[in-house]
């Protein structure tokens, strides 16, 4: 991810996008943003002043957040899934069941590990664990 980045570093790292950003508004806000520029230079705080000036219109207000953020300008935002590398190891369920050949008693899979085995309503014998293949 990029590192932290200021209001400042984002008014000049816009300056040359503002055209393909704002179109015909573009020359406009480069001069007041220019100018906001030379202020700081003098070590004037101008930061609540561009952040207005950017936040006037749609596209330069999401700009400059996604930079702000740490985002990259393009949009495309470097936060994303990717699962670990290798084979998953999921761990399967512990599956219940009547030991006697043929019940048709449902299987039983526990929720907790604490939880009681049951046993079978048919037959009254306690549901063993058997194979999941």
Known sequence: ???AIGILDVAREILPVLP??????????EQS?????ERARSG?????EIRVLLGKYPATDRWKR???RGNDADGVDEKSYQPLPGQRNTPRAVKYA???SGCNTPPWFPI??????????IHGVPFESVSND
């Not at 004037?44 to 609540?48: K, Y």
């Open 1 to 3: 991810m990029s590192p």
């Open 20 to 29: 393909k950003l704002l179109g015909e508004d573009a020359e406009a806000v």
């Open 33 to 37: 943003l220019t100018r906001l520029l």
């Open 44 to 48: 004037e705080a101008v930061d609540h």
């Open 66 to 68: 996604d930079r702000l």
């Open 98 to 100: 009547c030991p006697v």
């Open 112 to 121: 907790d590990a604490g939880d009681v085995i049951p046993s079978c309503e």
